[in-house]
């Protein structure tokens, strides 16, 4: 009996403490007393999760192929089909012109756009216990990295860096259902807004702001930047409408779109800590979308080495494929 | 000590191991949980809340975060009073704090208006992460009742 009073007084008192500690936090926002020890701790555990993220990465990578094995037949036969596809560019003298398009993605998005990124490996991610989606990366303060900086990889739009520590720096993912981005219909001024509705990252929300805009499956979009560049550039690849809601009477139109950047297995990423002076408009997206549904369809000409189908099928990822 | 011990190792691995697995219907499970259920299934209730209190704030701070401070100490220090208390056998203990966690933390992001929190979270992620937990937490019960006979060696 002794033991389950000193018990509930415990309880009483750290319950009481943690909501002291909760209702500081919510009400201080970001000049909360409790800064510099979220700051230690994330100095302390960031640099642990830096120096553990190269043991971790490969259990992560077998793991990743245990449960990706059921697609990794039907990946080895769009491979076959690929290598096919590119003798056949060899044998018709246009491999240099694959190759160009290659290291063109290689230099990626980056290049494309003019952004000045600095590369980094996820090490850490979040998910359980909590409801934010959110990444550690190993880049700090000492690499330029400052809060509100965009993060993007080879495909499209990661996030936007939060805190940063001197070595490591927390990115919270587009997927995160407190995150907004302003996004804008490729090829027109149709902007919106992109929410992340947690599903690991499988799909993100779209709110067009003008409710008669044409929107239909296929279309893609870019991010539309925020004021100088903070927090999102302009001109990164977002993902494509999947599907669109019929929301009659209302003042904004909803799609779910599915992000061009796998925000479920991510690892090299990269954060722009200089915007481009320009912006890119529509030149970043991927090239031609229904060369890439065709890419989706069964392939019924395989062999045919035509330029277009070849550049949709050495980016498989982005559209359908998956 | 080894308490200790095992609630940081296992928010070490959640996240960076177990939560960047993309597993099937995006979910994983919740380890720290566990952990914070076993300390408190050996130890009693009043080390529970302690640790479950400890385990909590490591959470809050460990990084990425990007939620209020406090929040999952609130949450682990209830689990761990009430896996210490135990509800009926060890199985129904683990399982009941495997469903009131989130369910409380939930709550908790409700009162604080966190927009996370929504209706998808309660009838999508919650149920797939429980799930998970639960295939897990054989694993823990095993680890308890095993070492039942010869606590002294976890004191």
Redesign the interface.
């Not at chain 2, 701070?61 to 949450?75: E, N």
């Given at each position: 009996m002794r033991?389950?009073q000193?018990?509930?007084l415990?309880?009483g008192v750290?319950?009481t403490?943690?909501?002291?500690?909760?209702?500081?936090?919510?009400r201080a926002g970001v000049a909360?007393p409790?800064w510099p020890?979220?700051s230690a701790?994330?100095w302390f555990?960031?640099t642990?999760?830096r120096i553990?993220?190269s043991v971790?990465r490969p259990?992560?990578g077998f793991?990743?192929a245990l449960?990706?094995a059921p697609g990794a037949q039907a990946e080895l036969d769009r491979l076959k089909t690929e290598n096919a596809k590119l003798r056949a560019g060899l044998a018709s003298n246009r491999l240099d012109a694959v190759r160009s398009t290659e290291l063109r993605k290689l230099l990626g998005t980056a290049g494309l756009g003019g952004y000045k990124i600095v590369t980094a490996s996820?090490?850490?991610?979040?998910?359980?216990?909590?409801?934010?989606d959110?990444?550690?990366i190993d880049v700090g303060t000492r690499d330029g990295v400052r809060p509100e900086m965009t993060v993007l990889n080879g495909e499209g739009l990661i996030g936007r860096v939060?805190?940063v520590?001197s070595d490591?720096s927390?990115?919270?993912l587009i997927s995160?259902?407190?995150s907004a981005a302003g996004a804008r219909l490729e090829g027109g001024q149709e902007i919106g807004v992109v929410h992340g509705?947690?599903?690991?990252?499988?799909l993100v929300r779209f709110r067009l702001l003008d409710s008669t805009a044409p929107i239909t499956r296929g279309g893609r979009i870019v991010s539309f930047g925020s004021q100088r560049g903070a927090p999102y550039v302009a001109g990164v690849p977002i993902g494509v409408i999947e599907r669109v809601e019929a929301t009659p009477g209302e003042l904004t139109r909803i799609a779910y779109a599915r992000p061009y950047a796998d925000l479920?297995?991510?690892d090299v990423v990269g954060v722009v800590v200089r915007a481009p002076a320009k912006d890119p408009k529509d030149a970043v997206l991927p090239r031609e979308p229904q060369v890439a549904r065709e890419a989706a369809l069964p392939r019924a000409r395989g062999g045919q080495p035509r330029p277009r189908d070849r550049q949709g099928a050495v980016s498989p990822r982005k559209e359908g494929a998956r | 000590m080894t308490a200790a011990l095992c609630v940081l190792g296992a928010l070490?691995v959640?996240?960076?191991?177990?939560?960047?697995?993309?597993?099937?219907a995006?979910?994983?499970?919740?380890l720290?949980?566990l952990a914070v259920v076993a300390v408190a299934l050996l130890r009693?209730?009043?080390a529970?809340?302690?640790a479950g209190?400890c385990a909590?704030?490591l959470?809050d701070?460990?990084?990425?975060?990007?939620?209020?401070?406090?929040?999952?100490?609130?949450?682990f220090?209830?689990v761990g009073?009430v896996a210490?208390?135990g509800i009926g056998g060890t199985v129904t203990t683990v399982v009941l704090c495997v469903l009131i966690?989130p369910l409380v933390?939930?709550a908790?992001?409700g009162l604080?208006a966190?927009?996370?929190?929504?209706l998808?979270?309660l009838t999508?992620?919650i149920p797939v992460?429980a799930v998970y937990t639960l295939i897990v937490s054989p694993l823990v019960i095993w680890l308890i009742t095993r070492e039942r006979p010869r606590p002294r060696l976890l004191k």
């Open positions: 033991e389950l000193r018990a509930r415990f309880l750290l319950l403490m943690s909501l002291v500690i909760l209702t500081v936090d919510h909360s409790l020890l979220r701790g994330s555990f960031g642990v999760e553990g993220g971790a259990v992560g793991v990743a449960v990706n996820v090490v850490a991610r979040r998910g359980q216990p909590g409801f934010e959110a990444v550690q939060v805190q520590s490591t927390t990115v919270v995160d259902p407190a509705v947690g599903e690991n990252g499988r479920t297995a991510l | 070490l959640q996240v960076m191991l177990v939560n960047r697995l993309p597993l099937p995006g979910g994983a499970p919740d720290v949980l009693g209730p009043a529970g809340v302690v209190f909590g704030l959470v701070l460990i990084p990425p975060t990007a939620h209020l401070m406090g929040m999952y100490a609130f949450v220090a209830l009073y210490g208390r966690a933390a939930a908790l992001g604080v966190d927009p996370r929190v929504t998808e979270t999508e992620r992460s």
